[in-house]
């Protein structure tokens, strides 16, 4: 089956009547939900009945404290958060 794209939101369960699917992709989605990280952490919850044994949660992030960051990495992070588009200064 081809990639599809479906809308959701993902702090409340997911109505898909679909699935399960062999990988979830979760690129920067944490980053753009406001709260904690424990808030944000049902994601994970509501979207685990979508994966099979097996199956693969995968996404991408910009690094915050404790590491060493790009300037591209910075200039992106400032950018988002003061857009409010990140939720993690």
């Given at each position: 089956?081809?990639?599809?794209?479906?809308?959701?939101?993902?702090?409340?369960?997911?109505?898909?009547?679909?699935?399960?699917?062999?990988s979830?992709?979760?690129?920067?989605?944490?980053?753009?939900l406001?709260?904690?990280?424990?808030?944000?952490?049902?994601?994970?919850?509501?979207?685990?009945?979508?994966?099979?044994?097996?199956?693969?949660?995968?996404?991408?992030?910009?690094?915050?404290?404790?590491?060493?960051?790009?300037?591209?990495?910075?200039?992106?992070?400032?950018?988002?958060?003061?857009?409010?588009?990140?939720?993690?200064?």
């Amino acid at each position: 089956m081809p990639p599809r794209p479906f809308q959701a939101n993902v702090l409340e369960p997911v109505p898909l009547e679909t699935g399960p699917f062999g990988s979830n992709g979760l690129n920067y989605l944490p980053h753009c939900l406001l709260g904690t990280l424990a808030r944000k952490a049902v994601v994970f919850d509501h979207l685990r009945p979508f994966l099979p044994p097996g199956g693969t949660m995968f996404g991408s992030t910009l690094l915050g404290e404790g590491v060493e960051r790009s300037s591209m990495a910075r200039t992106l992070m400032r950018f988002y958060n003061t857009k409010a588009i990140f939720s993690n200064e």
